[in-house]
Each structure stands twice: as C-alpha cells, then as structure tokens.
C-alpha cells in the first residue's frame, strides 16, 4: 500500500479539518453525517460518495483503509467497534470513549481484527511537551514531587446553541472530556504511574440552563510513586481560552509549559541547565467564534501513516488513552459526593 485511502463519520467543524488532511495524506473515499447536507457538501468538495448511515459508507468503501471517526463523544466506541469488525483501521478524535470500559472494548475489537486502532492526540507532538518528555526519560528531573495542571477557556452559551450534543451527559460528557483530555493526556504520559482521585468538587457557575455538568472544577491527585498533583479547569475564562499549563516540582529542577495550548516553556530552573526547546509554531484550531487545541493534525496524520505503512511504533498507546478515560471517570465520581 502506497497510498491510504481514507472514509470519513461525522462532517461538522473538526471532520471538516480532518478531510483536508486525508486528501493531503492519501486519498478521500467517502463521508458520511447523520446531516446528509453536510455530508454532501463535503463530498462535493473532494470528489467522494457522500452517505447519510455508518453502515453503508462501510459497505459501499471497502476498497479504503481507514475510518476516520469525528462524531460526537459517546458515538466513538460503537462506531469504531463497528469499523475495525468491517475490517477497517480506525483513527478517532479524542476522547476515545466516555467509559474506561467503552475503550477496553474498542482495544479488544481492535486486537481481534488485527486493525490499527490510534486516537487523536496532537498535544503530544508539541515541541515543548516532547522535550519535557525527554527530560523526564533521560532522568534530568530526578523525583518529580508535584504536577499541578491549568486549564482556563472560554465556552459561551452561542457554543452549546450550536449542536444539540454539546453540554449533554449522554453524548458529551463533560468538559473533561471534550475540552481538556489532550492536558489530562500530557499529565498522564508525563507521570507514566498510577493515579488515584483522592477529592474532586466542581460546580456550575456560569452555564445553568445550559450545560448538563460543571463548568468549573477541581481534583486533587495521588500517584502510585508518591507525587501529587492538581487539576484546575474551567470554561468560564473572560472573552477568550486563558491558560493551558502543567508545572512540574521535581528534585531538579522546576519546569512549566504555559501559553494557552501548552505551547512554549513559560519558566524552567534546572540543576543541569535548561531545556532546549522552541515554541510550538503551529497556531490553534480556529472555529471562528472559538478556538480548540493545537493545529498538529497534521503531525498526527503523519505518524499514522508511517505507522500504517512502515510498521513504525507509535508514541500513542491506547493503554494510555484508556487510562485519560479512566481518569476523568473517576473525577466525576469523586464530583458526585463533593459538588456545591
């Protein structure tokens, strides 16, 4: 296989971003959303069929490689089963799934099919997150005591008005979900240890009537190897996304990527000198009345296909993905017995 030839599930504002990189990395088959309009307008575009059912994009595209899901939250898991059992690889948008049980599922059907299963995780190829990574493999940090992340963005009302999945419990899920996986992701790879919740609150300050869950919230972390950790997040920022960051207190040394995208290293004290590392170059993805993460699709595409093509091994685990999943459950667990 020289080429790839991709079939897409869900055409809204993310999909939209997805198609132009299926064209730019191999080929585009098919598309497919519950809107046939949208479906249409998109194959128009690329010259593909267009369907308004799952099913029959995986019937009539069997000669393409790869499903792409980007439909909402709680389709992911069913529509990736269904997929990889269709005998298709599977690339989907984040979070993987709204259970931990959902992504085990998805893990097993993908074993069982012998597919490639991968889920979105741009912010792990930004520049200054790969070289905090690689501080932390080569041991520069020594013992990390505390990790505290911080997520501050803006989601107003005229966000949700326009889908009616946005701010549900059943197909969204929660803004841990849906706006902060990738920083809970980074969190997670960076600690590489088991975590408990040991409290977690949260509260709905700025979005009643509108949203399903808190808009604010905060956790509390122990790790497995000792260190702690906190997690503060938030849509309520004023006017616009604020702050996504992670500090880590370690033995040597004091290091924090900042910006609003973890997208450059705001300040680093090191025992062994300090980090070499450029900013991230790309911008965010702009949706026009608000901004999502990082614009590194492009890289995720990348890694995909020389994952597909040349068995290379990949630096997105869906152990790890799952563990997120995980995570974020068992934050709402903890939000169930402390909320205001």
């Known amino acids: 296989m020289t080429s790839v030839k991709f079939i897409l599930v869900g055409c809204g504002n ?5 198609a132009a990189l299926m064209h730019q990395f191999g080929k585009l088959e098919g598309v497919c959303d519950v809107d046939e309009s949208k479906a249409k307008q998109l194959a128009e575009q690329y010259h593909c069929k267009a369907f308004g059912c799952l099913n029959d994009l995986l019937t009539a595209c069997k000669n393409a490689a790869v499903l792409v899901i980007c439909t909402p939250n709680a389709l992911h898991a069913p529509q990736a089963i269904q997929g ?13 799934a709204l259970s931990a049980m959902d992504c085990r599922a998805m893990i097993d059907a993908a074993s069982k099919a012998g597919k490639l299963l991968m ?4 912010n792990r190829f930004n520049p200054p997150v790969l070289a905090v990574k690689h501080a932390i493999e080569q041991a ?9 992340l911080n997520c501050l963005w803006h989601r107003d009302e005229a ?3 326009q889908s009616k999945w946005r701010g549900t419990k059943q197909l969204d899920g929660g803004i841990l979900f849906t706006q902060f996986s990738h920083f809970i992701d980074i969190l997670l790879w960076f600690m590489g240890s088991d975590v408990k919740v040991v409290a977690a609150s949260a509260a709905n300050l700025a979005h009643q009537n509108i949203i399903e869950f808190e808009d604010t919230g905060v956790a509390q972390l122990q790790f497995a190897n000792g260190a702690l950790g906190s997690i503060h997040y938030s849509i309520n920022a004023f006017q ?6 992670i500090l880590l207190n370690a033995e040597n040394g004091i290091i924090k990527i900042g910006g609003k995208y973890l997208d450059n290293i705001a300040f680093q004290t090191l025992k062994h000198g300090d980090i070499a590392c450029t900013e991230t170059s790309a911008e965010a993805n702009d949706y026009g009345s608000y901004q999502g993460s990082i614009r590194n699709h492009d890289k995720v595409y990348a890694h995909f296909r020389e994952i597909l093509l040349h068995n290379k091994a990949s630096i997105i685990q869906n ?3 799952m563990q997120t999943v ?5 934050i709402h667990q903890s939000i169930q017995h402390n909320s205001f």
């Open 319 to 321: 152990e790890e993905a």
């Open 84 to 96: 990889l059992d269709a005998g298709f690889h599977v690339l989907v948008e984040k979070p993987m």
């Open 159 to 161: 966000y949700y008005m």
């Open 326 to 330: 995980a995570l974020i459950e068992s």
């Open 14 to 18: 993310i999909g939209v971003r997805h």
């Open 140 to 148: 520069l940090l020594g013992k990390i005591y505390s990790v505290h």
């Open 119 to 122: 889920v979105v995780k741009q």
């Open 240 to 245: 616009q996304n604020a702050e996504g960051s």
